[in-house]
């Protein structure tokens, strides 16, 4: 089959054979949210849904839609969740829960995401709480500011003296010792640092 036959069945054909059935389900039973947002070149909204299909007899985890966004602003990503549900004939009532990050846009106690659409869409929204990689990412942070930045200042400074020893490479070919360079340390990102530590226990 060539690729341009490939893609427009699994397009027009597969692809629209799932979402039908994805929309059938959700429109007649409970269902829950899992977003993310990337802002890779573009900043695009995923919407997943989790549901629990009496045939299958297991959740199943579907993707609903991807939409690109101008500005993430929790008005713009809460008018775009409402359109979605609008064309698509989903009822409000039927979502449940929804797992997001645990910013202030998606979860702020005042303005945010969440509290929005329990009270304009879905008052019995269950809170199941925000993203545990949020909430470790908060506390690291919290953790890190005793030491008065002298965690991200070793990192940095670690990676940087790597970088700019050109001739670390040889000596180390010379000595008969493997060379490793550290991870690049990303300071707003709890992974990256401990990515970072994990590398310089190995150097």
Same mark, same amino acid.
């Given at each position: 089959?060539?690729? !341009?036959?490939? *893609?427009?069945?699994? !397009?027009?054909?597969?692809?629209? =054979? #799932?979402?039908?059935?994805?929309? @059938?389900?959700?429109?007649?039973? $409970? ?18 849904? *989790? ?19 101008? !500005? ?7 008018? &775009? ?9 989903? $009822? ?9 990050? *645990? ?9 945010? /995401?969440?509290? %929005?659409? %329990? ?6 929204? /269950? +809170?199941?709480?925000? +993203? ?30 790597? @970088? ?13 010792? @493997? #060379? =490793?360079? $550290? &991870? ?8 990256? !640092? ?5 590398? =310089? #226990? %190995? /150097?």
């Amino acid at each position: 089959m060539d690729p !341009t036959s490939t *893609s427009y069945k699994m !397009t027009y054909g597969l692809k629209r =054979t #799932f979402h039908i059935q994805t929309l @059938k389900c959700i429109r007649a039973q $409970p269902f829950s949210l899992n977003k993310s947002t990337s802002n890779n070149h573009n900043k695009v909204l995923s919407v997943l849904v *989790s549901y629990f299909p009496k045939t299958e007899g297991h959740v199943d985890v579907e993707h609903l839609a991807a939409i690109e966004l101008v !500005t993430v602003k929790t008005d713009t990503i809460f008018e &775009e969740l409402c359109d979605l549900l609008n064309q698509n004939q989903i $009822p409000s009532t039927n979502l449940v829960s929804i797992l997001m990050d *645990s910013c202030a846009v998606m979860r702020g106690s005042k303005n945010g /995401l969440e509290r %929005r659409i %329990r009270g304009d869409k879905a008052p019995n929204l /269950l +809170d199941i709480d925000g +993203d545990v990689c949020h909430h470790i990412h908060n506390w690291t942070n919290k953790l890190c500011t005793r030491f008065e930045s002298c965690v991200e200042d070793l990192f940095t400074s670690i990676f940087t003296d790597h @970088k700019n020893c050109v001739d670390l490479a040889e000596v180390c070919n010379i000595q008969g010792i @493997k #060379f =490793t360079s $550290p &991870e690049c340390f990303i300071s707003h990102c709890w992974l990256s !640092t401990y990515d970072f530590a994990v590398s =310089t #226990f %190995r /150097l």
